[in-house]
């Protein structure tokens, strides 16, 4: 079957760090860019960061820079968002979304634009409170 299933969220104080992953199966992930987006209670889904398939390339919204990183092991067809420093306003439900090709998320072809993604997990949930 193929599916991304995320992982990791939970409940968190400010300034605290968790770390989600992103499982792929059913198909070879190494083909793939991977990126992460977030959805707060309502807002729109906005994108968090992503990752090339090749690791060549990585990109982060200015929201998130200096805090999150995003990592990926091909072998285990496994993607990671490290977040660190954590503010409430990263409050969301996080999903992660693959889009095929190894020249994504490299140079100018960065695109967080949800549209741009085909497959999507199910979301896995991140409060900051204190």
């Known amino acids: 079957q193929v599916q991304l299933v995320e992982s990791g969220g939970a409940l968190v104080q400010p300034g605290g760090s968790l770390r989600l992953s992103c499982v792929a199966s059913?198909?070879?992930?190494?083909?793939?860019?991977v990126a992460w987006f977030r959805q707060a209670p309502g807002k729109d889904r906005e994108g968090v960061s992503c990752?090339?398939?090749?690791?060549?390339?990585?990109h982060y919204e200015d929201s998130v820079k200096g805090r999150f990183t995003i990592s990926r092991d091909n072998a285990k067809s496994t993607v990671f968002l490290q977040m660190n420093s954590l503010k409430p306003e990263d409050t969301a439900v996080y999903y992660c979304?693959?889009?095929?090709?190894?020249?994504?998320?490299?140079?100018?072809?960065?695109?967080?634009?949800?549209?741009?993604?085909?497959?999507w997990g199910q979301g896995t949930q991140v409060t900051v409170s204190s």
């Open positions: 979304a693959t889009v095929y090709g190894t020249s994504w998320c490299t140079g100018p072809n960065v695109i967080m634009d949800d549209t741009h993604y085909t497959l």
């Open positions: 059913g198909f070879p992930l190494d083909y793939y860019a």
């Open positions: 990752i090339s398939s090749r690791e060549d390339g990585r």
